[in-house]
């Protein structure tokens, strides 16, 4: 069928209609005519695969990667980057409206580097033959790469040094999957490494590979064995060699980043994000909840009387207990809402600040609701899903709060995934 694509959506895909119905078609922009043929009917919509495009924006553009569209990693590369960032914008804001948010501020935008800015990826390794790889769209099967555009320099090196190099580093005979995390000057390189075997088997593993990595990747500087995640036993370190952190510095501070704790992967845009979250905040206390390593505890503490920094995974606690050091803070090894149920319980003070940078599933009803019995000042949200970004504001404005500012800070170039900070207060 022919189409004319109205509007992108959240997901990647624009939005056509035939005969009543919305149809999905991905690899299109917003104004093309296009050809496309329905491959999943779900009764009130469709989803189709592109054939051809008849008429083109003129913000169409050839792709930086080879393998962009077989690959289920990018979805914008055949889009300049002002227009991607538009669409992005448009989708947020849409989401917003549709949970019937009133009032929405104007958006900014904060961007950096469209291509070449990930610090961190994840890559599964194909036996035979070797192969590092992602996986095909839609797909669970592999898609072995030669290249990633969206790496930073040291990862794509890497990418294609173990390629080159596999005969001898023997990674097919016992690993599934492995990481490469760089610093934001390109200096220094941790590896992790997944395996079904055990610990015992994992560190002899480890010892034989690890002087060939050194000497084929000078930059790595520490690497790790996990246990292969399954639904019945969480990820487990099995073994370790050289380093085991690194060092981000960003803004005149320093953080501790060790191997399996979460860090921003856009290495452009850490800093700029640092700023819009804590740039003129001060006051008597400030919260600081799912905080990881404390990319916003270290410069909220030098601004704060007291900053509680609140985070529930062992490895990160560890990190951000060392990148506190010094100040006046307090770190609380707890989930979220637990913490938060206590804090309404004991009749905590409410701080003048609370920021929020929960996973994609959001901060759901408790957090939200206890959020609005505590009633802090001020909340800064920074959210990686608009759905439950606009959910959770709908609660929370509910509760008294207006919202006030509305960043979109692209941290996914060439991706559908929108990241955003957004300010509430009770005035």
């Known amino acids: 069928m022919r189409l004319r694509i109205e509007k992108a959506i959240y997901g990647g895909a624009g939005l056509a209609r035939h005969e009543d119905k919305a149809i999905f078609v991905p690899f299109t922009l917003p104004g093309e005519e296009v050809d496309a043929h329905v491959t999943q009917d779900k009764g009130s919509y469709a989803t189709a695969e592109l054939d051809a495009v008849a008429e083109a924006s003129a913000a169409r553009v050839a792709p930086a990667c080879p ?3 077989a690959c289920g990693g990018c979805h914008y590369q055949h889009a300049d980057y002002a227009t991607q960032v538009a669409m992005k914008a448009a989708t947020l804001r849409e989401a917003l409206e549709r949970a019937r948010i009133r009032e929405i501020p104007e958006i900014t935008t904060a961007t950096g580097e469209p291509l070449g800015y990930r610090n961190r990826i ?11 790889c992602y996986k095909l769209r839609n797909s669970h099967e592999d898609l072995p790469i030669r290249e990633c555009p969206i790496a930073a320099p040291m990862l794509e090196k890497a990418i294609q040094v173990v390629i080159r190099e596999r005969g001898s580093l023997g990674l097919g005979d016992w690993v599934q999957g492995i990481e490469f995390f760089s610093d934001a000057e390109g200096a220094t390189l941790l590896v992790s490494l997944w395996t079904k075997h055990g610990a015992r088997e994992a560190e002899r593993r480890l010892g034989v590979l ?9 930059q790595a500087s520490g690497a790790a064995v996990f246990s292969v995640e399954d639904r019945r036993a969480p990820s487990k370190r099995l073994a370790i060699t050289g380093g085991e ?3 981000w510095r960003s803004a005149g501070r320093e953080y501790r980043v060790s191997l399996g704790s979460f860090f921003q992967v856009n290495r452009f845009l850490v800093e700029p994000l640092v700023r819009l979250v804590t740039e003129g905040e001060h006051g008597r206390a400030a919260w600081d909840l799912y905080a990881g390593v404390g990319l916003f505890s270290v410069p909220l503490a030098a601004q704060f009387g007291e900053v ?3 985070e529930s995974a062992g490895g990160p606690v560890r990190d951000l207990r060392e990148n506190l050091r010094g100040t006046n803070h307090r770190v609380v090894a707890s989930e979220t809402a637990k913490f938060l149920r206590r804090a309404v319980e004991q009749q905590v003070a409410a701080p003048d600040l609370v920021v929020v940078d929960p996973p994609r599933a959001g901060l759901g009803r408790d957090v939200t609701a206890t959020l609005g019995k505590l009633r802090p ?3 800064t949200y920074v959210s990686c899903d608009p759905a439950t970004l606009s959910r959770d504001l709908a609660a929370l404005l509910e509760s008294g709060y207006r919202l006030r500012k509305l960043h979109l800070v692209d941290l996914f170039p060439q991706t559908f995934h929108v990241e955003s900070m957004t300010r509430l207060t009770l005035d």
């Open 122 to 132: 994840r890559l599964h390794v194909r036996a035979n033959p070797f192969g590092l």
């Open 377 to 379: 000042l001020r909340i």
């Open 67 to 69: 393998h962009f569209g």
């Open 245 to 247: 952190s690194l060092r």
């Open 210 to 218: 690890w002087p060939r990595l050194r000497q084929i990747v000078p």
């Open 308 to 310: 509680t920094a609140v």
